[in-house]
C-alpha cells in the first residue's frame, strides 16, 4: 500500500507539472500522512542531513564557477581555439562548437548551464555561417550534455556522495567515456556538414593562427588543468576545487580578461543562488523519497526481479540501461541518481561491475536524458535561445541520440575505457 500511495502520488504530480524537487517532496509527505507509518519529522530529516555533506559543496560552489565564467570572455576564446584547429574543414563550425563545449564542460560541471553559455554564442554564428537552424541547435544542445560527463561534473559529485564512491576517481574515469563521446558527436557532425555543403570559413589552419588563438585564451585553458590537475595530483580535494575554480573565474574575467563587470556580479550571484536552490531542493526530497523506497524494500524487490529474469551480467546491464533511459526522459537527472544508486548499484556490484564503471555507465545514460523528450532540459534551453519548437529540435537530435547510445555501448562493453586512467592516480 505504502509503494501505490508514493509512486501514484509521484506520478500525480508529474503529470500535473509540479516541479520534480517538489512533487518528490509532496509524495513523500502524503505517502507519511496517509500510512502513518513514520512521522513526518521524517521528511523534514531528509532534507536536513541530505545537504549536510562536505563532498556536496562543491556543488554549489561549480555553479558559481560555470556561471562566472560564461560571464567572462572564457567562452568566445574557447571556441576561438577550436575554430583555429578546425575551423576551415568541412562542418568545422559544428565540430568546434563540439570542442568548445567539451572545455567549457571541464569547467562548469553541467549541461544546461554548458548549452546556455556556448549555445547564446554559437547558434546565431552556425547560422550566419550557413547551417540550417535547427542542425545548430540540435549540435548545442547534444554537446551541452557532455557537461555531466567531462569532469568535473556535478553528477558524479552526487554518485560518489550516494554512492560512497570516491569523487575524485569518478572524475578521472569520466575523462576517456567524455572525449569518446564528443568524437562520436563530431564524426556525425562532419558526415551531416558534408552531404548538405556545409564548408568551412576558408581560412587557411596555421600554427600560427593556432599559437595566437590559444595565447589569447591561456588563461581560460589554463583553468581545466588547474582543477583537475589539483584533484588528480592529490593537491586539494573536488570540493576545494570547487572554490578555487571560483576564485579563478573572478580573477579572470575581473583582471585578466576584464569582460566582466562589478555590477554583474549581483545578478550573477542570484543566478547561482537560485540553481543551487533548486539543485539542493530536489536533493532533500529524493533522499526523502529514497529511503522511503528502502524502508519498503522495493530495492530488494527489484534486484531479484531483474536477477530471476537473468544471471547474465550483459542482460542484466542491459535492462538497467533501459531503465535508465526511460527515467532519463521524465526524472531529473539528480533526483535519478539519488533514488536509483541505491537499488542498481548493489546489483551492479553483484553481477561483477565495478561502482566506479557503473557509476560512468548511469551518469551518461541519464546524460543522454538531456536530449530526451519529454524532460530533455537541454532541449529547453536550446528552444530559448533558438527560438525553435521542442518538436523540430527533437527531430534534428535524433542522429545525435543514435551516436551517444552507440558510444554508450562500447563503454559498458570496455570497462578499460573507464578504468584505464586510474592505474596512474597519484
Not at 58 to 85: Q, T, W
Not at 290 to 305: C, D, K, S, V
Not at 341 to 366: E, K, Q, R, W
Amino acid at each position: 500500500m505504502t509503494t501505490a500511495i508514493l509512486f501514484g502520488a509521484f506520478a500525480l504530480f508529474l503529470i500535473l507539472s509540479v516541479p520534480i524537487g517538489i512533487a518528490l517532496g509532496l509524495a513523500t509527505l502524503i505517502t507519511l500522512i496517509i500510512t502513518g507509518s513514520l512521522p513526518i519529522d521524517f521528511l523534514v530529516m531528509g532534507l536536513i542531513t541530505a545537504v549536510d555533506s562536505f563532498p556536496l559543496l562543491a556543488v554549489p560552489f561549480f555553479i558559481l564557477a560555470g556561471e562566472i565564467m560564461g560571464r567572462g570572455g572564457i567562452s568566445d576564446r574557447l571556441f576561438n581555439v577550436a575554430n583555429s584547429l578546425v575551423g576551415n574543414k568541412t562542418g568545422g563550425f559544428a565540430i568546434a562548437t563540439i570542442i568548445t563545449c567539451m572545455f567549457f564542460a571541464a569547467i562548469s560541471g553541467s549541461g544546461p548551464a554548458t548549452v546556455a553559455a556556448i549555445g547564446g554564442i554559437m547558434i546565431p554564428a552556425m547560422v550566419r555561417q550557413g547551417y540550417d537552424k535547427k542542425f545548430s541547435t540540435a549540435v548545442v544542445a547534444a554537446a551541452g550534455s557532455l557537461g555531466v560527463i567531462i569532469p568535473p561534473s556535478i553528477p558524479m559529485v552526487i554518485y560518489g556522495v550516494v554512492g560512497s564512491v570516491s569523487i575524485g576517481d569518478m572524475f578521472i574515469a569520466g575523462i576517456i567515456p567524455g572525449l569518446l563521446v564528443g568524437i562520436s558527436l563530431m564524426v556525425y557532425a562532419y558526415f551531416h556538414s558534408r552531404k548538405h555543403g556545409y564548408t568551412g570559413t576558408g581560412e587557411k589552419t596555421s600554427i600560427k593562427n593556432i599559437a595566437k588563438a590559444s595565447w589569447d585564451a591561456k588563461w581560460a585553458l589554463l583553468i581545466p588543468i588547474i582543477i583537475l590537475g589539483g584533484i588528480y595530483g592529490g593537491i586539494f580535494t573536488p570540493t576545494e576545487a570547487a572554490v578555487i575554480a571560483v576564485v579563478y573565474g573572478l580573477f579572470a574575467g575581473l583582471v585578466l580578461y576584464r569582460e566582466l563587470k562589478v555590477k554583474e556580479l549581483p545578478s550573477i550571484l542570484i543566478n547561482a543562488a537560485l540553481t543551487t536552490a533548486t539543485i539542493l531542493i530536489i536533493v532533500g526530497t529524493a533522499t526523502a523519497f529514497g529511503r522511503l523506497l528502502t524502508m519498503e524494500q522495493i530495492p530488494n524487490q527489484i534486484a531479484q526481479w531483474m536477477l530471476s529474469i537473468s544471471e547474465n551480467p550483459i542482460v542484466i546491464i542491459l535492462l538497467i540501461t533501459f531503465l535508465l533511459l526511460i527515467v532519463g526522459c521524465f526524472m531529473d537527472t539528480l533526483a535519478a541518481i539519488i533514488i536509483l544508486t541505491p537499488i542498481l548499484l548493489p546489483i551492479a556490484v553483484s553481477i561483477g561491475y565495478d561502482p566506479i564503471h557503473f557509476g560512468i555507465i548511469m551518469i551518461v545514460n541519464l546524460a543522454i536524458g538531456f536530449i530526451t523528450p519529454p524532460l530533455g532540459v537541454n532541449l529547453f534551453v536550446g528552444s530559448g535561445i533558438s527560438g525553435l519548437s521542442i518538436e523540430a529540435i527533437s527531430k534534428a537530435i535524433i542522429p545525435f541520440f543514435i551516436a551517444m547510445l552507440l558510444t554508450l555501448v562500447v563503454i559498458i562493453l570496455l570497462p578499460q575505457l573507464s578504468l584505464y586512467l586510474l592505474n596512474f592516480k597519484a
